[in-house]
């Protein structure tokens, strides 16, 4: 099963992704996560990819398309593959299309996350992400000063360089004009299923989880 994860930059897909991975065994894979993994290696694809990111720009999609077929790694171990952040403009889905049908595969479903342009820039401005498991948190008023951890794994939590007022805007900018085509896309081929993302963490796992399975019922 190949599954998308589509909402705007604060919408909750990397939470979310990591739990549907995990319940229904999908190799969970994140491309703004492999993008700062490659800018912490400090080469120089890793500054390039700075650049872009500190922009709030999408990175060029030769690099993206290239980067995250390679991590497609069809392995058999998975029940599939959940994509959290990719395609992000039609090009990018064209491509991946293209990709799967060479090996016989398609995606199933994309779940698009909905939730409204001032609480995604709350959560924006308050986000810290862990530095060991990446898992995304919120800052906490009364600890405020204080190294925050990680309630997952005590890590140290840090703010995201691209998490700032100026940035966010432009990552919402660049999601409303590249990002919202793609959810037509999907939506034309029937296959987006819509979720409201506003609410407790846990309640939007079960959500999704019902929605996709209910999906599957339907077809059968
Ligand atoms: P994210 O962690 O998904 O919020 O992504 C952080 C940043 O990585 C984005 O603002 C882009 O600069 C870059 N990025 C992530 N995914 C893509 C993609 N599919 N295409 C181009 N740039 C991306």
Do not use: W
């Amino acid at each position: 099963m190949y599954i998308i994860i589509l909402g705007a930059p604060g919408a909750g897909k990397g939470t979310q992704a990591e739990n549907i991975a995990r319940q229904m065994k999908l190799e969970h894979i994140a491309s703004g996560d492999l993008f700062r993994q490659t800018v912490e290696r400090g080469n120089e694809l890793g500054g390039r990819l700075k650049e872009c990111m500190k922009k709030g720009m999408l990175i060029p999609d030769e690099i993206t398309i290239k980067m995250i077929l390679k991590r497609l790694t069809f392995d058999n171990n998975n029940n599939g593959a959940l994509l959290d952040g990719f395609p992000r403009n039609l090009k990018q889905a064209k491509a991946l299309d293209k990709a799967l049908k060479e090996k016989d595969k398609v995606i199933d479903k994309a779940l698009f996350i909905r939730v409204s342009e001032e609480e995604l820039t709350r959560r924006l401005i308050s986000r810290r992400v862990c530095r060991q498991c990446q898992m995304p948190d919120q800052a906490s008023t009364e600890i405020m000063g204080e190294q925050e951890k990680c309630k997952h794994c005590g890590g140290d939590l840090y703010r995201r360089a691209d998490d700032n007022l100026k940035t966010i805007k432009q990552r919402l900018r660049v999601y409303f004009s590249e990002t919202l085509p793609v959810i037509e896309y999907y939506k034309r081929q029937g296959k987006l299923v819509e979720v409201n993302g506003e609410g407790s963490i846990e309640i939007i796992t079960t959500k999704i989880l019902n929605s996709l399975q209910k999906r599957e019922f339907v077809e059968k």
